[in-house]
């Protein structure tokens, strides 16, 4: 089976095989097709797409480039989430505990931040000592012991994903629904995972900006899930505006432990609430959406969370003492305060804005290689709906370098909208699909 046969019939527009498909994946995993044929099919493929079977075949093909974890051996569904990355999502920090709580095995493998979106691993590395690079044998460990850890990718999980995803990069071919689909479920169910709770971010903040591609989305993801045998279910949800009032990495811990101690913000706490009662839904440990969300306010309002994140962030090596006292997490030495420039009521705060400018203070990474400063970030103080003075604080900017504190304010001054009247109420949660 040659390469160029393989790219000439996807150029044509014609269906691919199972087997061609697998030739392409073994091809750019094992380096026998050079980069020039995988990413001359990878422009074929964002050109012409793939059918929902033939983005099912790349995503076994992709679970068979590396192992496939399995966990039958530990009691429980295992259910994950996984978000399309938004601005201040620190949800799978607050869901991930209390969904253990409410009785499914929760094997998580998340990222790090890239451009505006932030990343779970690069929050949980705010936490002095926690390894987010467990092997596999710690991994199973933790599970059987906590029910829950949070760790980075392995190399043994979905190989062909960090290849096709780094030509993808260099070629614009990331923007592709079936590619997408793929590179997600690949390493989801290469996890071990029995279900799977979508959070497809939509709007300014988010990789998807419209309703309709983040429809698309969704629904290759569900259907794909589903046809490769995992419970798979997908929230649409908002993401015009940072989500909760922290934006960079110790300080969204901090609002997240804040949350799981019941004070967090509402609709931080709304989400991470649904999104988790889906888990354990799908996970089949509740009869309904009524049940499921009871147990996970109950887990949450019981403390028992909070409790299962002390042990998760113990068992992976972490300071538990964080809980109890934020000071122990890297705090920047500088503050500076963004204020309004008119009176009026904060109609919009531009996610994407907010989300550029946290990564020039250094709480993200342009390049994937970039370190990451885990003090320095954003913290709301007007948010959406709120009224505001002339001179009122909008925003607590913590920073380290005037430098690149003075590259990031031309972004936040442009990002806070003020209107003469308060903004209609939104909802967050848009679409559940699956
Ligand atoms: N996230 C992924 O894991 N893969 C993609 O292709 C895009 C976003």
Not at 178 to 189: E, F, R, Y
Request: aromatic residues 2%; neutral net charge; charged residues 25%.
């Amino acid at each position: 089976m040659r390469a160029v046969d393989i790219i000439r019939k996807k150029r044509d527009g014609e269906a691919l095989a199972q087997a061609e498909i697998d030739a392409f994946v073994r091809g750019a995993t094992t380096g026998t097709w050079p980069d020039y044929q995988v990413a001359a099919l990878l422009m074929a493929i964002w050109l012409r797409g793939l059918s929902a079977e033939e983005t099912a075949a790349l995503t076994a093909a992709m679970v068979a480039s590396g192992i496939r974890l399995d966990l039958s051996d530990i009691p429980g569904p295992k259910v994950d989430k996984h978000s399309t990355g938004g601005v201040g999502d620190k949800t799978s920090l607050v869901l991930a505990p209390l969904a253990a709580v409410g009785g499914v095995v929760v094997p998580m493998m998340s990222g790090r931040g890239l451009g505006h979106s932030g990343g779970t691993l690069d929050k949980l590395e705010s936490i002095p000592g926690f390894r987010v690079g467990l092997g596999l044998d710690e991994f199973r460990a933790a599970l059987r012991q906590v029910g829950c850890a949070l760790i980075g990718p392995t190399a043994a999980v979905a190989p062909a994903d960090r290849v096709l995803y780094h030509l993808r990069d260099v070629t614009a071919t990331v923007e592709s629904i079936p590619l997408i689909t793929a590179s997600i479920l690949s390493k989801k169910i290469a996890e071990g995972i029995d279900a799977l709770v979508l959070d497809v971010k939509c709007g300014r903040g988010a990789f998807m900006k419209h309703r309709a591609d983040a429809r698309r989305l969704a629904g290759s993801l569900v259907e794909v899930g589903t046809a490769r045998g995992l419970r798979t279910k997908a929230l649409i949800t908002a993401m015009e505006h940072p989500l909760g009032r922290a934006v960079g990495n110790a300080v969204e811990v901090v609002e997240a432990l804040e949350t799981l101690k019941g004070r967090g913000p509402a609709d931080l706490e709304m989400l991470s609430v649904q999104l988790a009662a889906h888990m354990l839904l799908l996970g089949g440990v509740a009869a309904g959406m009524e049940e499921a969300e009871a147990k996970v306010r109950d887990a949450l309002a019981s403390g028992r969370g909070l409790e299962k994140l002390r042990a998760v962030i113990e068992r992976q090596g972490g300071d538990p003492h964080v809980i109890d006292d934020y000071r122990r997490l890297p705090t920047a030495p500088c503050c500076h305060l963004l204020r309004a420039e008119r009176s009026g009521y904060v109609v919009g705060i531009h996610a994407e804005q907010v989300g550029r400018a946290t990564m020039l203070l250094g709480a993200g990474r342009d390049r994937k290689e970039d370190a990451v400063d885990h003090a320095v970030g954003l913290v709301v103080r007007a948010g959406v709906g709120e009224e505001v003075r002339t001179g009122d604080p909008l925003a607590e900017v913590h920073y380290r370098d005037a430098d690149r504190l003075g590259k990031a304010l031309p972004l936040l001054g442009t990002a806070w909208e003020i209107g003469d009247a308060p903004p209609p109420p939104a909802p967050l949660v848009l679409e559940t699909l699956g």
